[in-house]
């Protein structure tokens, strides 16, 4: 099986050369592309002005067409043993072969303070940290379902743990580690880690969970379009190179065609 | 050179040398990328690898002040000279050692 996580442009394309080649393929989204954020495209090739949202569902009907199975779940890890297991809110994946299709990274806006103390409080992974954090004080911030899953995993660790949210926070305050976090109500929480969720799984942290190598340009890959990890490719906004629709489309489809010909 | 199994036992006269110290554990999915990376180092570099598993040493990562993993810090006549905190390409860590 090969999965493909986003339905962008990138990943629709891929897929349905994948399919067109017999093989085995499904794409998970979770449906936030950037396209759907779109207003209007006007400088893709046939399609005249166009609603980006409308574009998208376009892409996802014309690989529904080919029978290939669109499944709504946000991917939060990747695992691997003999194949990949990838860990999604609803359910788990398992996959021979993972392309990543996720859009541009997006580079945080940090809360204040949260720069200077990752690494020294400030985590993004509970699986990866939360050892560090056996039975001490703990904010999870964020309110969304990866930050519900992230705080289910944590539960486990430590019995205190306070949830906030991004606009409850003034600032993280430390010394050479977080000491507490100033809320925007004057009051001060006594911390000892901070684990910080958006409201979806950024593509940089979802990265960092599964040792996917990433620079300020995005995914880093070879001259095949793989990671640092065998059989994990990227294409489209996710990779270096020009944002574009056009772009993100050719990418898919070298990506299906590496991996066709090497299987 | 050659890759070593640290403990709280040895750490201290390992960090006399010029050696990269791995914190990680196996539960880690970054760590276990970043350990074929440290494989190559030792290889090609003349740097020894000392690995630090934190599920057997939890002190010595709180002495170190680790809180996330995987971590690398370049030792030199016991002093800390650099640190990386997360995982990272060769070069990064070529860098590092320089």
């Given at each position: 099986?090969?999965?493909?996580?986003?339905?962008?442009?990138?990943?629709?394309?891929?897929?349905?050369?994948?399919?067109?080649?017999?093989k085995?393929?499904?794409?998970?989204?979770?449906?936030?592309?950037?396209?759907?954020?779109?207003?209007?495209?006007?400088?893709?090739?046939?399609?005249?002005?166009?609603?980006?949202?409308?574009?998208?569902?376009?892409?996802?009907?014309?690989?529904?067409?080919?029978?290939?199975?669109?499944?709504?779940?946000?991917?939060?890890?990747?695992?691997?043993?003999?194949?990949?297991?990838?860990?999604?809110?609803?359910?788990?994946?398992?996959?021979?072969?993972?392309v990543?299709?996720?859009?541009?990274?997006?580079?945080?806006?940090?809360?204040?303070?949260?720069?200077?103390?990752?690494g020294?409080?400030?985590?993004?992974?509970?699986?990866?940290?939360?050892?560090?954090?056996?039975d001490?004080?703990?904010?999870?911030?964020?309110?969304?379902?990866?930050?519900?899953?992230?705080?289910?995993?944590?539960?486990?660790i430590?019995?205190?743990?306070?949830?906030?949210?991004?606009?409850?926070?003034?600032?993280?305050?430390?010394?050479?580690?977080?000491?507490?976090?100033?809320?925007?109500?004057?009051?001060?929480?006594?911390?000892?880690?901070?684990?910080?969720?958006?409201?979806?799984?950024?593509?940089?942290?979802?990265?960092?969970?599964?040792?996917?190598?990433?620079?300020?340009d995005?995914?880093?890959?070879?001259?095949?379009?793989?990671?640092?990890?065998?059989?994990?490719?990227?294409?489209?906004?996710?990779?270096?190179?020009?944002?574009?629709?056009?772009?993100?489309?050719?990418?898919?489809?070298?990506?299906?065609?590496?991996?066709?010909?090497?299987? | 050179?050659?890759?070593?199994?640290?403990?709280?036992?040895?750490?201290?006269?390992?960090?006399?040398?010029?050696?990269?110290?791995?914190?990680?554990?196996?539960?880690?999915?970054?760590?276990?990328?970043?350990?074929?990376?440290?494989?190559?180092?030792?290889?090609?570099?003349?740097?020894?690898?000392?690995?630090?598993?934190?599920?057997?040493?939890?002190?010595?990562?709180?002495?170190?002040?680790?809180?996330?993993?995987?971590?690398?810090?370049v030792?030199?006549?016991?002093?800390?000279?650099?640190?990386?905190?997360?995982?990272?390409?060769?070069q990064?860590?070529?860098?590092?050692?320089?």
């Amino acid at each position: 099986m090969i999965t493909i996580i986003g339905a962008g442009p990138a990943g629709i394309s891929c897929a349905l050369y994948l399919k067109r080649a017999n093989k085995n393929v499904q794409v998970i989204t979770n449906d936030k592309s950037a396209l759907c954020k779109a207003k209007y495209i006007e400088n893709y090739y046939g399609t005249g002005k166009i609603i980006g949202k409308e574009l998208y569902n376009n892409g996802i009907k014309s690989i529904q067409e080919l029978d290939i199975p669109v499944i709504k779940d946000e991917i939060i890890n990747i695992q691997y043993n003999d194949s990949f297991i990838l860990e999604g809110i609803n359910n788990n994946y398992n996959s021979d072969i993972v392309v990543l299709a996720l859009g541009k990274i997006n580079n945080r806006t940090y809360i204040k303070g949260e720069e200077k103390f990752i690494g020294k409080g400030i985590s993004y992974c509970a699986t990866c940290d939360g050892f560090f954090f056996k039975d001490k004080k703990i904010a999870v911030i964020g309110n969304g379902e990866y930050a519900n899953k992230e705080y289910e995993y944590l539960k486990n660790i430590s019995s205190n743990i306070i949830r906030l949210n991004n606009d409850d926070i003034n600032e993280i305050i430390g010394t050479d580690k977080v000491t507490h976090i100033n809320l925007k109500n004057n009051t001060n929480v006594e911390v000892d880690g901070i684990f910080i969720c958006d409201d979806t799984i950024d593509a940089n942290v979802l990265c960092l969970k599964s040792g996917i190598l990433t620079n300020k340009d995005g995914v880093v890959i070879d001259e095949n379009y793989q990671t640092n990890i065998d059989n994990i490719y990227s294409c489209g906004d996710l990779i270096p190179g020009i944002k574009q629709i056009s772009k993100a489309v050719n990418d898919g489809m070298l990506v299906a065609n590496i991996i066709i010909s090497r299987r | 050179m050659a890759i070593i199994n640290g403990n709280k036992n040895n750490f201290k006269e390992l960090i006399n040398n010029k050696v990269i110290v791995d914190f990680y554990a196996d539960w880690c999915g970054p760590c276990k990328m970043l350990s074929p990376v440290l494989d190559k180092i030792s290889e090609e570099e003349n740097i020894d690898i000392v690995k630090i598993n934190v599920d057997n040493d939890p002190e010595l990562a709180k002495e170190y002040g680790i809180m996330s993993i995987p971590t690398i810090i370049v030792f030199e006549n016991g002093e800390e000279k650099n640190k990386n905190i997360g995982l990272c390409s060769k070069q990064d860590i070529k860098d590092m050692i320089k």
